[in-house]
């Protein structure tokens, strides 16, 4: 784990985008909850077939990351002009 203090962490009511390895799109999640370890996310957009769900926080050298549903969350993905395929 890193001491940097200036890299990206996921915030509360922030919508971040994932990304798979396999797909060619976004996947638009919105922060709910977070502790020192675990961030809680949900689908921005479908939060009814992507329920809520904890994810452990692993801190890079630049941001923090978590997986959610296989979907790979970096805090630095908020920008908000990505495709999103699955919105």
């Not at 390895?21 to 999640?29: L, R």
């Not at 709910?32 to 904890?54: D, G, L, N, Q």
Request: proline share 3%; glycine share 6%.
């Amino acid at each position: 784990m890193t001491t940097a203090t200036n890299i990206a962490r996921f915030q509360v009511g922030e919508t971040y985008y994932g990304s798979l390895a396999c797909a060619h799109g976004c996947f638009p999640v919105t922060c709910i909850k977070r502790t020192a370890k675990c961030v809680w996310f949900e689908h921005a957009t479908m939060p009814e077939h992507y329920p809520a769900a904890r994810a452990a926080i692993r801190e890079g050298s630049r941001y923090e990351m978590a997986t959610f549903r296989r979907w790979i969350i970096g805090a630095d993905q908020r920008d908000e002009s990505m495709n999103m395929q699955f919105a």
